[in-house]
T-cell receptor, first 114, second 113 residues
Framework: DAKTTQPTSMDCAEGRAANLPCNHS???????VYWYRQIHSQGPQYIIH???NNETNEMASLIITEDRKSSTLILPHATLRDTAVYYC???????????????FGKGTHLIIQP | KAGVTQTPRYLIKTRGQQVTLSCSPI?????VSWYQQTPGQGLQFLFE???????NKGNFPGRFSGRQFSNSRSEMNVSTLELGDSALYLC????????????FGPGTRLTVL
């Protein structure tokens, strides 16, 4: 049973901001939202993660709604190299014994158009 | 700083054989996780090792096993290979926990004939 829901695919024009939504309506209070992406034929790449406050780093911004039931990953100025599958993952933020690790869903295939 | 390396990159085996895959984490990283990626099931977590101990485990049969050495390098073994084991096997390392930022290797493409 998926903890997150993401659109299957999205298009974005090069140079524009890409906004990738993720629904996680059953998120628990101690669960973080993680974003990874996978460019074709490469291993996944960490982008950003957050608990309840908005986060920003050199790659992207993460906006989490006040009720934490959804979030948006923002790539401010998308380039062709940002074409990839983007995964939104919800998971507790500690090691924990017997935890089931990161669960990657189907993700969103983001296609940046020239 | 060198990234996560995995060997071999490609492997072809036949049903019933066993295989061992190797992963060298980023220097200083103590947590190593393994994932299986197939077109049908996507990315699935296999297990995580930390300080030579398996700390987390996914829902895979006992044919899938692993270990970690004192230098944090890790190996994954699959015994009695089945056709459905054909997949990209990814290794990821992080400083202390798989919930920290994980750095993935390029993967080992295993084909079972």
């Amino acid at each position: 049973d998926a903890k997150t829901t993401q659109p299957t695919s999205m298009d974005c024009a090069e140079g524009r901001a890409a906004n990738l939504p993720c629904n996680h309506s059953t998120i628990s209070g101690n669960e973080y939202v993680y974003w990874y992406r996978q460019i074709h034929s490469q291993g996944p790449q960490y982008i950003i993660h957050g608990l309840k406050n908005n986060e920003t780093n050199e790659m992207a911004s993460l906006i989490i709604t006040e009720d934490r039931k959804s979030s948006t990953l923002i790539l401010p100025h998308a380039t062709l190299r940002d074409t990839a599958v983007y995964y939104c993952i919800v998971r507790v933020g500690n090691s924990g014994g017997g935890a089931d690790g990161l669960t990657f869903g189907k993700g969103t295939h983001l296609i940046i158009q020239p | 700083k060198a990234g996560v390396t995995q060997t071999p990159r490609y492997l072809i085996k036949t049903r019933g054989q066993q295989v061992t895959l190797s992963c060298s984490p980023i220097s200083g990283h103590r947590s190593v996780s393994w994932y299986q990626q197939t077109p049908g099931q996507g990315l699935q977590f296999l297990f995580e090792y930390f300080s030579e101990t398996q700390r987390n485990k996914g829902n895979f049969p006992g044919r899938f096993s692993g270990r970690q050495f004192s230098n944090s390098r890790s190996e994954m073994n699959v015994s009695t290979l089945e056709l459905g084991d054909s997949a990209l096997y990814l290794c990821a390392s992080s400083l202390a926990s798989l919930y920290n930022e994980q750095f993935f290797g390029p993967g080992t493409r295993l084909t079972v004939l």
